[in-house]
């Protein structure tokens, strides 16, 4: 069983400001990853990394950037939020010889 | 390319009734395939997972089996409770591959 820890959990910031999701693990897995969740519950790969200085854009262009310079921590940046990036943000890791993901509990964010 | 197709819901159901959420997948070679679960408020957590033909993963009174013939991998339970209630997720990945592909998630109602 992996531990992942988000923050926050909830978010509620005005357009044009500047935010970072945090996400970290304690297992040491290389793999991790983030989606963003739609209202209509469909899961979008925007970010992964395979490890430290590693960082990969998913199957949905995001205007978010991220870094991975420690194995434990995988931070998620929007330099400047607007009402559409509006979403749940889900980081992911998965260790070394498995095909399991792990997933923190989330972020929900709301730009007005 | 790969693909994940799920049985449209939402699926209202009585508590004890019988479960199946229909899933069919679309890949190359042979892929591994999970289902997971997120409940209200969460991230998702893995259910089960089965790594090749006619393997049945089993976890929580919920069954699914790998079925190449068919491509399937239908989530099965006996008797659903109230606590059931959530979104599920089926999944596969590819050997290699360091991303789940996801179906489109079907969200799960249970009434008492």
């Known amino acids: 069983e992996a531990d992942i820890y988000q923050t926050p959990r909830y978010l509620v910031i005005g357009t044009g400001k500047k935010i970072t999701l945090e996400c970290s693990q304690t297992?040491?897995?290389?793999?991790m990853y983030w989606y963003q969740q739609d209202p209509g519950m469909e899961l979008h790969l925007i970010h992964y990394s395979y490890g430290v200085n590693s960082t990969e854009k998913g199957d949905l262009s995001s205007e978010s950037t991220v870094s991975r310079i420690r194995t434990e921590h995988f931070p998620l940046t929007l330099e400047s939020a607007r009402p559409s990036h509006t979403s749940q943000y889900l980081c992911a890791s998965r260790p070394q010889g498995t095909d399991t993901q792990y997933f923190g509990p989330g972020t929900r964010l709301t730009v007005l | 390319g790969n693909s994940v197709t799920q049985m449209e819901g939402p699926v209202t159901l009585s508590e004890e009734a019988f479960l199946t959420i229909n899933c069919t997948y679309t890949?190359?070679?042979?892929?591994?395939l999970f289902w997971y679960v997120q409940y209200p408020g969460e991230g998702l957590q893995l259910l089960l997972k089965?790594?090749?033909?006619?393997d049945k993963g089993s976890n929580k009174g919920f069954e699914a089996t790998y079925r190449k013939e068919t491509t399937s991998f239908h989530l099965e339970k006996g008797s659903v409770q109230v606590s059931d209630s959530a979104v599920y997720f089926c999944a596969l990945k590819t050997q290699g591959a360091q991303k789940l592909v996801f179906g489109q998630g079907t969200r799960l109602t249970i009434n008492p």
């Open positions: 089965a790594t090749k033909a006619d």
């Open positions: 297992m040491g897995h290389d793999k």
């Open positions: 890949a190359t070679g042979y892929p591994s």
